[in-house]
């Protein structure tokens, strides 16, 4: 068992920054990918960045590419989201996710944090 705990969400203004934290405990060996993924509203869950962490490359999704910076810390457990450039559209609850098999099931979920972008 995985357990996921995120914070570091909030308001921000347009073009403003926010840093979201993942903090991992239970059986974190066992992780091959950690991601973040978001839903908005009346909108579908959609993957915004993994970290694959067997292999040390990472993935984003094109809403986010050049903004957005996926990274983890191994010896702290823990996953970030540095998010840089915000825009309305990022508004979402924000989800930390991961998966204890290759590919990646995704079958750990933390509680979500919420994001909301002001224009």
């Known amino acids: 068992q995985v357990q996921l705990v995120e914070s570091g969400g909030g308001s921000v203004q347009a073009g403003g920054s926010l840093r979201l934290s993942c903090a991992a405990s239970?059986?974190?060996?066992?992780?091959?990918?950690m991601a973040w993924f978001r839903q908005a509203p009346g909108k579908e869950r959609e993957r915004v960045a993994t970290f694959f962490s067997r292999l040390g490359t990472t993935y984003y999704a094109d809403s986010v590419k050049g903004r957005f910076t996926i990274s983890q810390d191994n010896g702290k457990h823990t996953l970030y989201l540095q998010m840089n450039s915000l825009k309305p559209e990022d508004t979402a609850m924000y989800y930390c996710?991961?998966?204890?098999?290759?590919?990646?099931?995704?079958?750990?979920w933390g509680q979500g944090t919420q994001v909301t972008v002001s224009s």
């Open positions: 996710v991961a998966a204890d098999r290759w590919p990646c099931n995704y079958n750990y």
């Open positions: 239970g059986y974190t060996s066992s992780t091959h990918c």
